[in-house]
């Protein structure tokens, strides 16, 4: 314990100011006390005798002379078995124990262990003792859910250590010695299952960072066929409000083909994170035949809650994500919104009164979200295994426009962009991402020809309809008419998809590929009509089999029909071009 | 016995300085001008600032008129209201104190603001809230514990809206928090609410236009303190907030005389997480009752990305768009109908979906009709069609249960459509499709 004391002289919402009499350390982790109430603060600023904290809490009741507890230690993560189906605040306090104990409301300066203290682990051991380890290597391995946890070397020893002794299987509490490490100097470390990490910063126990190029099926075939993400990738999606950021990072958080989901979120509605906080231990993933629980974890720092813990709860997410990449095991973290982050940095730091930056964000915006992005990545780990993060992050832009500083800046440092538009969203053409205006890095699931075919017909179809804006549909051609069509029903048929119809809802890699495969042959075919209406009310019969057949479960016989049915459709109106010809002459 | 300060020595705007010690941050303080002057004044206030041994005070009656030797006696507590059921069928200003002739209410004092809910106690909405309004039953559907504003200009007939389904939603009781309100429209709503019978059901938070601005900021957190009491009695609550871009003005007022940073048009970078602060109170609780939120959000010049309507998008669980005194269907939102509108009827979400795709149509339509050019058959059809939608669906007059309301849809499309182009599932097209 640190003897540093300090007293408080200010309170301006969350910021505190205090005088102290001793060092301190810049991000250190200090607690204000004011009668019975203790609560948590984050130092962020020196100045001589003075220090500026926020409180992770509400400051109503805090007065000039309270105590300033000092720790010396910086915001950390427990880390150990036991995270996966948890459910915690941006502080890493579990929300349900913290309700077992305070009820329906969260009451401020209750802290509770992120990990239990008393459950007992499996514990297998795998290093060998004499051998020489560093940090990040195995010392053993608990069954965690579906997988075998790695008990590993705490990632903060700098140097290599020699294994003195590591306990036998048996039952072991995360604090239970389970290895003793000797440093080259003969120091003795003991190593439980449980580690602490500061997390602001990352985790770099790997061999290498390699460049993602594997794609991450999210199962929604406008992200998968046109702008994928890679394992290992980063993506952003950005969009006016109610446009459908967070639905379409709950299908993901369900459907994505990853090993471990974690779903920050971030300053956005509680009721968002009750969906899936209940729904996912109902759900099965067809992949383990577990319940989806089992391999997500939530932060959960919704808007009402604490504005200075939202930047807390973006860096645990992505610090248990880097945790379980350790692993080997592949991690996709999805944070809804990197925005309510963004604000609460400008909050402090307008109560700093920092010269501010374009609409009073602090000027190193950009850097602080270029380091968290960059967290995510593809490694390479010492035994030749990869796990990776993938980050997604949402950004809600003011008044839906893209041009503004957090946007921005995400952009710069992504490999995938999904811009929703108002536009669509308003039609409801869902999910609302702009096929013309997102893009992605990373390498799609169905042949890199095929993906530019569709684009150059969606844009080309676009063109035609804003041409028809102004000469009508008289004064285009049928020819051009077509590709109008062909346009519309590749938006309608293939980038729609029905978030909420359980079988249209996700669209597997296999699915996605045999699909837009027979779409790409019929769109690419020579279609003939006698006149516009004609074309039109084909389309239309059209897209009423595909909604019907995406709507099929993949290989059951209305699939198969499904298919027949299109099929056929197509190749009467390919078949009747040579006779409607004759009929005209 | 508590130090009474009487050297105040800034003043800006609504907020006075006084150097003080022994206060804590958020107290509440009564200040009165010093015997003898002219203006004799009290009023409370309360501290939002320690800055080195000075106290920052937000006078709720207004700074004017406080002269600099006025008393400043701090009272010790944060703010409060009394709450119990002697609350129901009474009026009471921003800060508590009576607007009708009824006795001042001391017992049972609740803080107000108070922490937020444990998500994890939260469960997912399930009942729907039935307004006889096909414009949202049918298409945004209201849902108990929703938090949701209706966007509009100036002028529209909100506070008939908001009163309308006050009055037909099956709740216990109806907290209504004005701020900025006109004082016809006050009267307005005493008077609805008396007439229905419901006033014995309903407390009053108001701010008028012309009472002092801070109390303006009290009106969300007093009436929703007040419905959060109610709903942990296991009431079913319902909340109007009207009109919350008022609400943003004061906070915007206060920023500025703090010398805050404006972030966007002069507003606070926190506006975001002060709306959420009040918004994110609606709650259905798992074995209590619940608060529903309704709320008014003026727009600006029209402009939904104006600040507040903008950062009130992003907080509640949707809007309705009241134009021209109908409910907009692009735009209005209810995004929590899907929790309740797959267990109404099983053509709920169909017609939902096709009439609101098919209006859509019907507008590039009508805007190639008015450019001028040439329409198809097709475009003829959408047209038709539209004229329908708009007179038997979207006009507030309308006044049906939601099945009738399903109905009428179908017969609509029917009279305009065949069922593919209309671009209905086939299975439902089969049930439900009126035969010729
Ligand atoms: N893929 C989809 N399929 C069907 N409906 C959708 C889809 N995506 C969004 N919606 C509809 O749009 C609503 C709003 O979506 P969502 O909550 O995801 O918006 P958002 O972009 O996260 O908004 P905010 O920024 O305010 O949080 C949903 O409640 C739902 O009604
Ligand atoms: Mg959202």
Same mark, same amino acid.
């Given at each position: 314990m640190s003897s540093t004391r300090g007293k408080v002289v200010g309170v301006n919402g969350n910021l505190v100011t205090a005088e102290v009499d001793r060092a301190v350390m810049q991000n250190e982790v200090v607690y204000v006390t004011t009668g019975p109430l203790r609560l948590k603060a984050e130092l962020i600023r020196v100045r001589g005798r003075f220090v500026e904290m926020q409180v992770f809490?509400?400051?109503?009741?805090l007065r000039a002379g309270d105590d300033i507890e000092f720790t010396?230690?910086?915001?950390?993560a427990e880390l150990?078995?036991?995270?996966?189906g948890r459910v915690y605040d941006?502080?890493?306090?579990?929300l349900p124990e913290l309700a077992a104990q305070t009820g329906f409301f969260l009451q401020r300066g209750t802290y509770l262990p992120s990990?239990?203290?008393t459950k007992q682990w499996r514990f297998t051991p795998k290093a060998v003792v004499g051998s020489s380890l560093i940090a990040g290597d195995l010392i053993g391995t608990v069954p965690e859910g579906i997988f075998a946890h790695r008990v590993m070397?705490?990632?903060?020893?700098p140097a290599a250590l020699t294994v003195q002794w590591v306990a036998p299987s048996g039952d072991y509490t995360v604090?239970?010695?389970?290895a003793r490490l000797v440093d080259l100097n003969g120091g003795v470390h003991e190593v439980c299952m449980m580690q602490r990490w500061p997390v602001k910063l990352p985790i770099r126990a790997y061999q290498e960072r390699v460049r993602p190029k594997d794609p991450l099926v999210t199962q929604v075939r406008i992200v998968d066929t046109f702008f994928p993400v890679a394992r290992g990738g980063t993506y952003c999606v950005p969009g006016?409000?109610?446009?459908g950021k967070t639905v379409l990072q709950q299908i993901t958080s369900r459907n =994505?083909?990853?090993?471990i989901v974690i779903v920050a979120a971030c300053g956005e509605r509680a009721g968002e994170v009750v969906e899936t906080l209940r729904e996912f231990p109902e759900l099965?993933?067809?992949?383990?035949?577990?319940?989806?629980m089992e391999r997500t974890m939530i932060v959960c720092n919704t808007?009402?809650?604490?504005?200075?813990?939202r930047e807390a709860s973006v860096y645990l997410a992505v610090t248990v994500a880097e945790y379980y990449r350790q692993m080997g095991l592949h991690v996709l973290l999805l944070a809804d919104s990197t925005s309510r982050w963004a604000q609460a940095l400008r909050e402090v730091s307008g109560r700093l009164e920092e010269i501010p930056g374009?609409?009073?964000?602090? =000027?190193?915006l950009e850097s602080v979200i270029a380091s968290f992005y960059e967290r995510g990545g593809l490694v390479k780990l010492r035994d030749g295994t990869t796990g990776s993060v993938t980050i997604g992050g949402t950004v809600s832009p003011a008044g839906g426009n893209f041009e503004e500083p957090v946007t921005q800046a995400t952009l710069k440092v992504v490999g995938a962009f999904h811009g929703l538009s108002r536009e669509r969203s308003d039609a409801r053409?869902?999910?609302?991402?702009h096929p013309l205006e997102s893009w992605s890095k990373y390498p799609s699931l169905v042949p890199i020809a095929d993906v530019e075919f569709g684009r150059k017909l969606l844009r080309r179809g676009n063109d035609v309809q804003q041409m028809m804006k102004v000469v009508g549909e008289e004064g285009t051609s049928m020819q051009d008419f077509v590709v109008y069509c062909k346009g519309e029903f590749l938006d309608a048929a293939y980038l729609q998809q029905d978030a909420?119809?359980?079988?249209?809802?996700s669209t597997g890699g296999d699915r996605q590929k045999h699909v837009y495969g027979l779409l790409v042959q019929v769109l690419q075919k020579d279609l003939h009509f006698h006149d516009k209406d004609a074309a039109r009310t084909f389309f239309q019969r059209l897209l009423q089999a595909m909604i019907d057949w995406n709507r099929?479960?993949?290989?059951?016989p209305e699939f198969q029909s499904g298919e027949q049915r299109i099929r056929q459709m197509v190749a009467e109106v390919t078949s009747t071009r040579e006779a409607s010809k004759a009929g005209a002459s | 016995m508590r130090t009474v300060y009487t050297k105040i020595e800034q003043i800006v705007g609504n907020v006075v300085t006084v150097a003080a010690s022994d206060v804590s941050y958020r107290e509440l303080a009564q200040i009165t001008s010093a015997?003898?002057?002219?203006?004799?004044r009290s009023s409370l206030a309360q501290v939002i600032r320690l800055e080195a041994g000075r106290v920052f005070l937000q006078v709720f009656a207004g700074?004017?008129?406080?002269?600099? %030797?006025a008393e400043v006696r701090f009272l010790g507590k944060p703010m409060e209201v009394s709450f119990s059921?002697?609350?129901?069928?009474r009026v009471f200003t921003g800060?508590?104190?009576?607007? %009708?002739?009824g006795p001042v209410l001391t017992q049972n004092m609740v803080p107000i603001a108070g922490p937020s809910v444990n998500p994890s106690e939260r469960i997912i909405p399930r009942r729907m809230v039935r307004t006889g309004i096909p414009m949202i039953d049918v298409f945004n559907t209201l849902v108990e514990s929703q938090k949701l504003p209706i966007f509009s200009v100036a002028g529209e007939p909100y506070n008939q809206l908001l009163s309308r389904i006050a009055l037909q939603a099956e709740v216990d009781v109806i907290v209504l928090g004005g701020m900025g309100l006109k004082y016809d429209d006050y009267l307005f709503f005493k008077e609805t609410l008396e007439q229905k019978g419901a006033l014995a059901r309903s407390v009053m938070f108001v701010h008028t236009?012309?009472?002092?601005?801070?109390e303006c900021l009290m009106v969300p957190d007093m009436a929703l303190a007040v419905a959060e009491q109610f709903a942990l009695q296991k009431k079913r609550v319902l909340v109007l907030l009207t009109d919350m871009t008022n609400y943003a003005d004061a906070l915007k007022e206060i920023a500025i005389t703090m010398e805050q940073i404006p972030s966007?048009?002069?507003?606070?970078? %926190?506006l975001y997480s002060q709306l959420a602060a009040r918004y994110e109170k609606a709650v259905d609780f798992q074995s209590a009752g619940s608060i529903t939120i309704l709320a008014v959000t003026t727009m600006p010049g029209d402009d939904?990305?104006?600040?507040v309507p903008d950062n009130t998008g992003y907080i509640t669980e949707g809007q309705y768009y009241l134009r021209n005194g109908r409910i907009e269907p692009?735009?209005?939102?209810?995004?929590?109908k899907q929790f309740v509108n797959g267990k109404t009827r099983e053509d709920h979400r169909t017609i939902m979906n096709v009439m609101i795709q098919l209006y859509s149509s019907c507008k590039e339509a009508r805007e190639k009709r008015s450019m001028g050019f040439k329409t198809s058959a097709w475009d003829q059809k959408l047209l038709d069609y539209g004229d329908q939608f708009e007179r038997?669906?979207?006009?507030?007059?309308?006044?049906?249960?939601l099945e009738q309301a399903l109905d009428k849809g179908w017969q609509i499309l029917a009279s305009c459509f065949e069922p593919a182009e209309a671009g209905v599932p086939s299975r439902l097209a089969e049930k439900f499709w009126p035969k010729k």
């Open positions: 809490e509400d400051t109503t009741g010396s230690t910086m915001l950390s150990g078995p036991g995270l996966l941006g502080l890493q306090n579990p990990l239990d203290r070397v705490p990632f903060g020893h604090e239970e010695v389970v006016p409000f109610g446009a =994505a083909d990853v090993d099965i993933d067809p992949r383990t035949g577990k319940s989806l808007s009402s809650m604490p504005v200075a813990a374009e609409e009073a964000f602090p =000027a190193y053409r869902y999910p609302a991402i909420f119809h359980d079988v249209d809802s099929a479960p993949f290989g059951a | 015997p003898g002057t002219a203006q004799q700074a004017r008129g406080i002269s600099t %030797d059921d002697a609350l129901l069928g800060s508590g104190v009576p607007r %009708d002739n236009a012309a009472d002092p601005v801070v966007n048009r002069g507003y606070p970078g %926190d939904v990305t104006h600040p692009f735009g209005s939102l209810s995004r929590l038997e669906m979207m006009d507030l007059t309308v006044n049906v249960p």
